[in-house]
């Protein structure tokens, strides 16, 4: 039990679907991170919330949504998305925004779209 | 670009061998450094860290050595056991931009 939840664990979505990504944290931690892992690429860090608020967008395209509507639950709303969003989507939270705090990840939604 | 670079997609050790997983970086500003462990249909899970005021950090069965001249660190595990079998991620960060960068990660193979 790593203290953070994703559901579903695997989603299969059409081009023309709108489904959302779920994140849980049970750690009391103020900041929470969606992060993109493709094959063969570094992981991509996508939204940062600190204490709810939207600290970092890293060029994340208008079809993935985040939302935070508290500091312990962390959404990410995908619409029309593309073959090339396939991909796992990790959830992390951390005490601090603190790269010297160590990050909890979930254990991440595989996506594929079709 | 990558800052962070793990050019080993993957590593075959014996068990009971050092395993030696090596990371370089590119960007001077990094003064903290993360390895990150994941195992399939996991999450990645953090498993050791070092700040740049050091060259080296110890815990358990886990070292990793920090080289700040040559950009490089390393993550030595020793003995290897199968269990180590997982990616490892490298990670580097500095305090004015809180959130580290990884590596793609190389897959360590711990055979029996």
């Known amino acids: 039990e790593t203290g953070v939840t994703q559901t579903p664990r695997h989603l299969v979505m059409g081009m023309t679907n709108k489904k959302s990504l779920k994140c849980e944290q049970h750690l009391g931690h103020n900041a929470m991170y969606w992060y993109k892992q493709s094959a063969k690429k570094p992981l991509e860090l996508m939204f940062v919330?600190?204490?709810?608020?939207?600290?970092e967008n890293n060029s994340v395209p208008s079809r993935f949504s985040p939302e935070c509507p508290n500091s312990s639950h962390l959404f990410l709303h995908l619409h029309t998305l593309q073959p090339e969003d396939s991909a796992l989507y990790l959830c992390?939270?951390?005490?601090?925004?603190?790269?010297?705090?160590?990050?909890?990840f979930g254990q991440g939604t595989r996506l594929t779209v079709v | 670009d990558q800052q962070v670079k793990q050019n080993s997609p993957s590593l075959s050790v014996q068990e009971g061998r050092i395993s030696i997983l090596n990371c370089d970086y590119t960007n001077s500003m990094f003064d903290y450094f993360l390895w990150y462990k994941k195992y399939p249909a996991e999450g990645p899970t953090f498993l050791i860290s070092?700040?740049?005021?050091?060259d080296k950090n110890e815990d358990g069965r886990f070292t990793v050595f920090l080289n700040k001249s040559a950009k490089h660190l390393s993550l030595h595990i020793v003995p290897s056991q199968p269990g180590d079998s997982a990616v490892y991620f490298c990670?580097?960060?500095?305090?004015?931009?809180?959130?580290?960068?990884f590596g793609r990660g190389t897959s360590l193979i711990v055979h029996p």
């Open positions: 919330y600190n204490f709810k608020e939207q600290t």
């Open positions: 990670a580097a960060g500095s305090g004015g931009s809180y959130i580290p960068t």
């Open positions: 992390a939270s951390s005490q601090g925004q603190g790269v010297n705090t160590e990050a909890f």
């Open positions: 070092i700040s740049s005021i050091k």
